[in-house]
């Protein structure tokens, strides 16, 4: 479906008394994310032109009550949008908004015109709903953390091809009533379980409580080099969980050693050299 486009710039130097012209009406901007962009926090903005007239977008960015604050495109040159061509800009995503507001999203593109720039908006389209997606995240990630921070702190090679994970659980202090049950993690497109594709952890967590640590063991869904080398999200494990009966499932955090360490677990417990495992990790 294509994007509503609005001028909101003036024309730069001179008069006339035509308007400037419009931005081509076959350009239209969508949300996309992809795997690559999930753990580094970003977004695409994917321009499409289907009309018959290059645009040459200088810069953009996305604002959304789901942001709170509006999202850039780190542009380092200019981008010519031919027609015909996609183009998809990575903005970097802000902290996100989870109180409740509308959703819709738009595009501001400042693009070169008769020797200057001018800048219009534009409606985004945002066909997976990522937006929608994100704030939903942030709410169930306010609503676990608000009874405690669980997080995957350490791992330990076994020596026969398994590995035992740390997962540490630090209940956030005061009075609050609010349970938290963990119910089970879920592997990644590298990583499984010994007990399968999750791990049961059947645990209940109160506010005020001491710290505590749970341990799951891990090991290799796969060893193909392709596979550990580029995989994006194998580090990220999803927690299952039960806030005050609701369930959701949110990404375990993980520092940045530990992500290294599982990379180099699974290459090692494949027989395969560490150095181009840690291409995930740092293409990420």
């Given at each position: 479906m294509g994007a509503?486009?609005?001028?909101?710039?003036?024309?730069?130097?001179?008069?006339?008394?035509?308007?400037?012209p419009a931005l081509p009406a076959g350009l239209t901007v969508s949300v996309v994310q992809q795997r690559g962009d999930i753990?580094?926090?970003?977004?695409?903005?994917?321009?499409?032109?289907?009309?018959d007239a290059a645009v040459i977008v200088v810069a953009a960015t996305l604002t959304s009550a789901a942001l709170s604050t509006p999202a850039e495109w780190a542009a380092r040159r200019a981008e010519s949008v031919a027609p015909g061509r996609v183009v998809d800009l990575p903005v970097a995503l802000p902290a996100l908004v989870c109180a409740a507001g509308e959703?819709?999203?738009?595009v501001t593109l400042e693009v070169a015109a008769g020797g200057g720039t001018r800048s219009a908006e534009m409606d985004a389209d945002d066909p997976l709903r990522v937006?929608?997606?994100?704030?939903?995240?942030?709410?169930?990630?306010?609503?676990?953390?608000?009874?405690?921070?669980?997080?995957a702190t350490g791992i330990a090679p076994r020596g026969d091809g398994m590995a035992d994970v740390s997962v540490s659980i630090t209940p956030a202090g005061g009075d609050r009533i609010s349970s938290l049950e963990l119910v089970a993690l879920r592997g990644t497109p590298?990583?499984?379980?010994a007990t399968g594709d999750e791990a049961p952890l059947a645990t209940t967590v109160r506010a005020g409580e001491a710290p505590s640590t749970l341990t799951v063991a891990?090991?290799?869904r796969r060893c193909d080099p392709h596979a550990i080398a580029e995989d994006k999200v194998g580090t990220l494990f999803d927690l299952v969980a039960r806030v005050d009966g609701r369930e959701v499932v949110v990404s375990l955090g993980r520092p940045q050693m530990v992500a290294d360490a599982l990379v180099?677990?699974?290459a090692e417990a494949c027989g395969l050299s560490t150095g181009s495992a840690h291409a995930e990790t740092a293409s990420g």
């Open positions: 509503a486009l609005t001028l909101v710039g003036a024309a730069l130097a001179g008069c006339s008394a035509d308007p400037p753990v580094p926090g970003r977004l695409q903005l994917r321009l499409t032109n289907d009309s959703d819709a999203a738009r937006l929608d997606r994100l704030r939903a995240t942030q709410c169930d990630r306010e609503a676990v953390s608000a009874v405690a921070h669980v997080e590298l990583l499984r379980f891990v090991v290799p180099t677990f699974a």
